[in-house]
């Protein structure tokens, strides 16, 4: 092969590449047009929206946004609440509990449970019209728990004392650094025992349970799906499929509608992400190949 043939091979490829960027951009550019010109809502009419709840639950600023938007969006005919948490702040399932309790007196509300829907994460299924778990599901462990560590005597063979000026006898309280006083013990389980009891109060307004009922079952302890359906804490075992029988039956919400996942991130966030990937894959082709593609990413 000479030169000038090798040449034109090295420019061809380099035009084939500058032409696949310009074609993915210029698809990119009209998506995004589109996109942010539909509404909010999506398309394709009714549907039945899935909110997830995994992992920690925290305070979510976007989170409660989404939520607080299925109980607007007319296209929303019954939002399922998929949970797998093993529950998290006091305040961040609080702040989901309003949002759904919102949601449900618009529209129907159902729960699922994964492997886990313990502590806080039992209480963000508590608005639901009806809660499933499956028979082995963690759930339960209704409660407030405040922990913390002292170190004070490891700190005095060290040969470590420290020092402390604080405005009253408990601001610090607890402290890492010296034992729980009296005083302190008493203020701190004052705090513990008023969430504890707005969780027994939210148990029971959402199961229509006594708040003596709850408190026999609200120790702390982890029961198992099967467990806490004779406990009355939730009402029969399944997942979505079952959720979504008897919303049928129940609710009139016919199972060929469509479910979407809550987004909770803003549009052009998900766009730019979803341009990204499109971008990277469209390049990998042309410079690896079809096959080249493969053997890196798989199928």
């Given at each position: 092969m000479g030169r000038m043939e090798a040449d034109q091979i090295i420019d061809r490829r380099r035009l084939k590449r500058r032409l696949t960027l310009w074609r993915v951009l210029a698809v990119l550019g009209f998506t995004a047009v589109i996109w942010m010109a539909w509404p909010?809502?999506?398309?394709?009419?009714?549907?039945?929206?899935?909110?997830?709840?995994?992992?920690?639950?925290?305070?979510?600023?976007?989170?409660?946004?989404?939520?607080?938007?299925?109980?607007?969006?007319?296209?929303?005919?019954?939002?399922?609440?998929?949970?797998?948490?093993?529950?998290?702040?006091?305040?961040?399932?609080?702040?989901?509990?309003?949002?759904?309790?919102?949601?449900?007196?618009?529209?129907?509300?159902?729960?699922t449970m994964g492997a886990t829907a313990a502590s806080a994460g039992y209480m963000v299924a508590l608005p639901a019209a009806r809660i499933f778990a499956r028979e082995g599901t963690l759930t339960g462990s209704i409660g407030v728990i405040l922990q913390t560590f002292e170190a004070s005597d490891l700190l005095a063979r060290l040969g470590v004392r420290p020092e402390t000026i604080a405005s009253g006898p408990l601001k610090d309280q607890p402290s890492p650094f010296r034992p729980l006083t009296e005083e302190g013990r008493a203020a701190l389980n004052l705090v513990v025992q008023d969430m504890y009891g707005q969780f027994v109060r939210m148990v029971a307004a959402g199961r229509r349970m006594s708040e003596d009922a709850v408190r026999a079952v609200a120790d702390g302890r982890v029961l198992s799906g099967a467990r806490a359906r004779d406990a009355g804490l939730v009402d029969a075992m399944g997942g979505e499929r079952e959720a979504r029988a008897w919303l049928a039956e129940a609710r009139d919400v016919p199972l060929t509608l469509p479910v979407r996942a809550v987004e909770t991130r803003p549009r052009f966030e998900r766009l730019l992400a979803t341009g990204t990937e499109s971008l990277a894959r469209a390049l990998a082709i042309e410079w690896l190949g079809p096959a080249g593609l493969r053997a890196v990413m798989g199928p």
């Open positions: 909010a809502g999506g398309v394709g009419g009714d549907y039945v929206a899935r909110l997830d709840i995994r992992g920690t639950i925290a305070d979510d600023r976007r989170l409660i946004l989404a939520i607080d938007q299925l109980a607007t969006n007319d296209a929303v005919r019954a939002v399922i609440v998929a949970i797998d948490s093993p529950g998290g702040s006091v305040a961040g399932g609080e702040a989901i509990h309003a949002a759904l309790t919102r949601v449900a007196a618009a529209r129907p509300v159902v729960a």
